[in-house]
């Protein structure tokens, strides 16, 4: 059974920087294509990062977010992680890790409903 866990988030000024972490178990972690979504309140759920099966060098930010979010993997480790810096109060939202078992190599997704399992969500709140 595929598991992600995430850790992270909470309370932070504006202009600050959190690091949102979501580990893997029940497959091998390298043939995942990763993402990481949020769901501001009121708004749909929205694509932040993705990043590639197998190496994690193929990667995708959404505008708003792009020179001030990092995603990266680490295989060993069985995680993939968003580093979110400049964090502005627009980026309140629940986060969301999600995973796409892939036979295809360096391959990332970016619709959502490409994306077979989900983390259980966590919270990071920018104040202003």
């Known amino acids: 059974q595929v598991q992600l866990v995430q850790s992270g988030g909470g309370l932070v000024q504006a202009g600050g920087s959190l690091r949102l972490s979501c580990t893997v178990s029940g497959r091998a972690f390298e043939n995942f294509a990763m993402g990481w979504f949020r769901q501001a309140p009121g708004k749909e759920r929205e694509l932040v990062a993705v990043?590639?099966?197998?190496?994690?060098?193929?990667?995708y930010y959404t505008d708003s977010v792009e020179g001030r979010f990092t995603i990266s993997r680490d295989n060993a480790k069985d995680t993939v992680y968003l580093q979110m810096n400049g964090l502005k109060p627009e980026d309140t939202a629940v986060y969301y890790c999600a995973a796409r078992y892939t036979s295809a190599i360096n391959i990332y997704f970016r619709p959502q409903d490409e994306y077979d399992y989900w983390g259980q969500g966590t919270q990071v709140t920018v104040s202003s």
């Open positions: 990043c590639s099966s197998r190496t994690g060098s193929r990667i």
